[in-house]
């Protein structure tokens, strides 16, 4: 599949639409699996979340079922949609780019991501909430790291308002590292808390914003640290410094950059290998 099979402009037809299918789907198939798991939710803020017209959420990303679970609380809040920037690669899959696509999520180029953006900027103004991941990837310290200021400069360029949104207790059930068994999900504790809209304008400096908006997620994931109601002490799940075994915010961060370049390595041997004559 070429990349512009996937990579459409956003149509404002989606901010209209009533019926959708593939994603009243998912979502009944999500609560239905949150359901079973007999998650524990524990929601503060939802009244934060507009009734109508476009939004950035800006979401902290400790687990691979962040975007899931925030779909979850924001469907059951108010019965609207989140539009997710996901990586593009993930729209090559012939099933989940099918899903991805049928739910209307944006394509994002990590290397060139100019399309992502203004597509994001175009759903934003045709009135819809687009979620972001401004740590830019699942962060295995568990806590907020810096951030990227895309999910500023689309505000600002869209004339819409940002929402901070804090989950924890969602990498308990899937993330880097680590894949829980079904005992240690059941039952699991969430929560989330949504801030108040962060108002930008034109004129505000992004990165300065930015950094207002780092202060604010990981004021908001302190909160819900300390009133979470399992201990953590000595748990995986639980940042170094709140006594947990998590890597160090350092140490997350090497791991990371180790990766990368394995990946870049093992990327430039397959090209090597492709382009190598026939003996």
């Given at each position: ?273 492709k382009h190598k004559p026939n003996s």
């Amino acid at each position: 599949m070429s990349r512009r099979a996937y990579a459409r402009p956003y149509s404002s037809v989606m901010a209209t639409r009533r019926i959708e299918p593939v994603y009243s789907t998912m979502i009944a198939i999500g609560r239905g699996l949150f359901g079973a798991l007999r998650l524990r939710r524990s929601v503060a803020g939802i009244e934060n979340i507009p009734r109508d017209g476009g939004a950035v959420l800006a979401i902290t990303h400790f687990g691979y079922l962040d975007f899931a679970l925030t779909e979850w609380i924001v469907y059951l809040g108010t019965r609207r949609h989140v539009r997710f920037m996901a990586k593009e690669s993930a729209f090559a899959n012939p099933l989940v780019g099918w899903l991805l696509r049928g739910m209307h999520h944006i394509p994002v180029n990590m290397k060139a991501g100019h399309a992502a953006f203004d597509n994001a900027v175009a759903a934003l103004k045709s009135g819809e909430l687009v979620g972001v991941f401004p740590e830019a990837g699942v962060n295995a310290s568990f806590t907020v790291r810096e951030l990227k200021s895309g999910a500023m400069r689309m505000a600002q360029k869209a004339g819409v308002p940002v929402i901070p949104v804090a989950v924890w207790g969602g990498h308990r059930l899937l993330t880097k590292n680590h894949k829980p068994t079904l005992r240690e999900a059941y039952k699991v504790p969430i929560s989330v808390a949504i801030a108040d809209a962060i108002t930008v304008s034109p004129t505000d400096e992004p990165h300065e914003l930015t950094t207002r908006l780092r202060q604010t997620l990981q004021s908001m994931v302190d909160t819900l640290q300390t009133g979470y109601p399992v201990d953590g002490t000595g748990a995986w799940w639980q940042p170094r410094h709140l006594g947990g075994t998590a890597p160090t915010p350092e140490e997350a961060a090497a791991a990371d950059a180790a990766r990368d370049r394995r990946r870049e390595a093992e990327a430039a041997e397959r090209a090597a290998e492709k382009h190598k004559p026939n003996s």
